[in-house]
């Protein structure tokens, strides 16, 4: 760790959070300041039915991603709320690729989480980039006045942030 940062104001973002317009949703801000980075010891893989992927324990493995600095708590609190119940925030150790070992939070899996469909990277995200811009808008609209259980049924109701087939959105949003 750097000299003079505060230790756990810094997220790693291996998976939607890596790209500028989802971060901006979910901090509230602009965040161009990202660093390439590696979390050793686990792996990234898509998660059945959504559009992002989890990560895994592996020891053999390594995630790439970015690292951000986060402005404070309030950041931190909304990162939490995007996250969800499937994901709880704990540091590890991840290593810059500007140089030297940083603490950071990860969004790590709360328990057990369902079977994986196979690894997960941007370009398989992007067919799926504007409805998951859409539904994130959504969900943190209502950062601060829903509790962050209750918040899955706005994500369920935009399609669970996925492009949907012509015709499908409409069946989707009936059925919810």
């Not at 050793?40 to 390594?62: I, N």
Request: charged share 20%; net charge negative; glycine share 12%.
């Amino acid at each position: 760790m750097s000299a003079g940062e505060p230790a756990g104001m810094r997220l790693f973002c291996y998976g939607t959070l890596m790209d500028p317009d989802v971060r901006a949703l979910v901090l509230g801000r602009a965040c161009p300041e990202a660093v390439p980075a590696r979390l050793a010891g686990w792996r990234r893989v898509r998660v059945p039915g959504e559009a992002y992927p989890v990560v895994m324990p592996d020891p053999l493995g390594s995630v790439a991603g970015l690292l951000v600095r986060l402005e404070g708590e309030a950041e931190l609190d909304r990162v939490r709320f995007f996250e969800g119940v499937s994901f709880r925030l704990r540091q590890f150790p991840v290593e810059s690729l500007g140089g030297g070992t940083k603490l950071a939070w990860v969004a790590a899996p709360a328990a057990e989480h369902p079977s994986e469909e196979g690894p997960w990277d941007l370009g398989l995200w992007s067919p799926h980039r504007e409805a998951y811009l859409a539904a994130t808008a959504a969900y943190m609209a209502a950062y601060g006045t829903v509790d962050v259980a209750e918040i899955h049924l706005v994500w369920q109701a935009h399609g669970n942030g996925r492009a949907q087939p012509p015709g499908l959105a409409g069946i989707i949003s009936e059925a919810d």
